[in-house]
């Protein structure tokens, strides 16, 4: 049987593995090609395995992109459901939220809970590893008269993590949370936990979520997203729009009630531009591994 577990604690994302494999006599002997302390970087992940080489995304709109972001696991739960005039009330003017469904009165959010994520500013530096959560939503920016992703939240557990992302998504982008995250694989199935929680705002949400290792096989791949995205400024005010290319592997898992719980503090999402009441979960969610993305901002 094999067991292997990762935690990461509060603040500090410390990472610490269990393993325990039975080895016959002959023991794996490791050697290190290039000893000695190293600048943090994400390895490369190819975009397309058909062609000899490493592969950076093709489209024009990603050219001499400015940040290059590397998470090891992520748990995305796709489709929780929120009142649609709660969504409304903390986004900024000129933005409407989309209704999940005609007449549900709902709409929708996308909340990634990522282990272990590097960020590279190009050109600048490397940051993390760290962990956390995203909260993202699609509303309609009516300005441009287009649909755009709109980050919601961006919690880290590293302050030094958090100042990067501000400084290359826009000021008030990502905020100081205190995470914990737990991934665990036995005998075929993994299991994420994490538990998020920024004070400071009341947000307070735990998730867990579990499928079968084999299946993380499917590649996901889009060069370019469809749509732009932008973070808030601490909740209130739209930042610079960017595009990104991503990729990944993931399972996409139907949601029953043994294999995925979601919790919110009082029933709650709590952000930094207000709270949203959780009133229901889509039908599928996401383990991913290895996701990557690219990202330069768009033309002013």
């Known amino acids: 049987m094999r067991n292997i ?5 509060v603040v500090t994302a410390i990472l610490v593995v269990v393993s325990i494999v039975q080895f016959g006599p002959l023991r794996p002997s490791v050697v ?3 000893p000695g302390v190293h600048p943090p970087s994400p390895p490369s992940y190819d975009y397309n395995t058909d062609i000899p ?6 489209s024009p709109l990603l050219a001499n992109p400015a940040t290059h972001t590397l998470r090891t696991f992520q748990l995305s739960v796709s ?6 005039v709660e969504l409304q009330a903390i986004l900024p003017p000129g933005f409407n939220a989309i209704e999940s469904s005609p007449g549900s009165g709902t709409a929708s959010l996308i909340l990634d809970f990522i282990f272990q994520e590097r960020f590279e500013r190009i050109g600048i530096g490397t940051f993390g590893p760290a962990s956390g959560l995203q909260v993202r939503a699609t509303v309609l920016n009516i300005t441009l008269n287009r649909q755009e992703t709109v980050l919601m939240a961006q919690e880290y557990s590293d302050p030094t993590f958090v100042a990067a992302i ?3 998504n826009g000021p008030g982008s990502s905020r100081v949370a205190e995470v914990k995250a737990e991934i665990e694989e036995e005998e075929g199935q993994i299991r994420l936990k994490f538990e998020v929680e920024d004070e400071a705002i009341g947000l307070d949400v735990e998730v867990r979520g579990e499928g079968r290792s084999a299946d993380i096989v499917q590649r996901f791949h889009v060069d370019p997203q469809v749509v732009a995205f932008r973070s808030l400024n601490n909740g209130l005010s739209p930042n610079p729009s960017f595009r990104l290319a991503v990729q990944q592997d993931r399972s996409q898992i139907a949601v029953t009630d043994s294999n995925l719980k979601l919790r919110g503090a009082g029933g709650q999402v709590r952000l ?12 599928t969610f996401n383990i991913v591994r290895w996701q990557e993305i690219f990202t330069k901002p768009e033309p002013e």
């Open 32 to 34: 290190w090609a290039h």
């Open 166 to 168: 501000n400084a290359a």
């Open 53 to 58: 080489g490493i592969q950076p995304p093709t």
């Open 79 to 84: 489709s929780v459901l929120v009142p649609l």
């Open 5 to 9: 577990r990762f935690f990461t604690v």
């Open 272 to 283: 930094p531009g207000g709270s949203l009441t959780l009133v229901g979960l889509g039908p």
